[in-house]
């Protein structure tokens, strides 16, 4: 099992930086890729961004290219995402995700573990 905590959401105004962190326990060897989701009132659940855990490789929603870095610290366990311009469609609750298999990055199914959820609010 791999346990998945997440921190660092808040209330910031438009054009605001925000950095969510996520720190991973357990079985963490078993893990291949780390991703983070959001999902704002009344929506799906959608991928954000993910990184391979083992390279360099990262992916990213067209909608926060350019504003949005994912990395990864594998000595400390933890994957981070810079969010920076954010904008108050951005508003949503912040899931980080592991998944232990190699597939479609933004395929929420294939990730079995999750956070429990971090709250990110962009006011205008």
């Known amino acids: 099992q791999v346990q998945l905590v997440e921190s660092g959401g808040g209330l910031v105004q438009a054009g605001d930086s925000l950095r969510l962190s996520c720190a991973a326990s357990g079985r963490t060897s078993s893990i291949v890729a780390m991703a983070w989701f959001r999902q704002a009132p009344g929506k799906e659940r959608e991928a954000v961004a993910s990184?391979?855990?083992?390279?360099?490789?990262?992916y990213y929603t067209d909608s926060v290219k350019g504003r949005f870095t994912i990395s990864r610290d594998i000595a400390k366990n933890t994957v981070n995402l810079q969010m920076n311009s954010l904008k108050p469609e951005d508003t949503a609750v912040y899931y980080c995700?592991?998944?232990?298999?190699?597939?479609?990055?933004?395929?929420?199914?294939?990730?079995?573990?999750w956070g429990q959820g971090t709250q990110v609010t962009v006011s205008s």
């Open positions: 990184i391979r855990w083992s390279a360099t490789n990262t």
């Open positions: 995700a592991g998944r232990t298999i190699y597939a479609l990055w933004s395929d929420r199914t294939k990730y079995p573990y």
